[in-house]
């Protein structure tokens, strides 16, 4: 059999992407996917070495998004949509990071899921 040579891994050029921010008490997840859903970057302030209750801080979030950011130029990014989930203290660092970085937002959405009607109420209380 003839040995195949390997295609060199080639780096994406991508206008335009969407930036999934999941901010929770504890934590804070950004992910960088195509406009099709495909991910591409992700990180969170667990895996920059942040530990306990300092994960979930403002100034974790937006240390996650600087280092992103840098991949995120090399690919040619320049215009992102925002989504926006839970109720962390990391949501608003984390969009003035993105700004401060110099891309565009076009689109700040927030995706947080919101119960309809709630879990079911305990059995009556008998005394």
Not at 55 to 60: E, I, L, R, S
Not at 68 to 84: F, Q, W
Not at 104 to 124: A, Q, S, W, Y
Request: charged fraction near 25%; proline fraction near 5%; hydrophobic fraction near 35%.
């Amino acid at each position: 059999m003839a040995y195949k040579k390997k295609s060199k891994k080639q780096k994406r050029h991508i206008d335009s992407v969407i930036v999934h921010v999941q901010s929770s008490f504890n934590n804070t997840l950004v992910t960088v996917t195509s406009p099709e859903g495909d991910v591409l970057l992700g990180g969170s302030s667990g895996k920059l070495g942040f530990k306990g209750s300092r994960k979930g801080t403002p100034f974790a979030a937006s240390q996650v998004v600087s280092t992103l950011t840098k991949d995120m130029k090399s690919m040619g990014i320049r215009s992102l949509e925002v989504n926006l989930r839970g109720a962390g203290s990391g949501r608003d660092s984390v969009v003035r990071s993105l700004q401060a970085a110099g891309f565009t937002i076009n689109v700040l959405r927030d995706v947080t899921p919101l119960p309809h009607n709630g879990v079911r109420p305990p059995k009556k209380r008998r005394v």
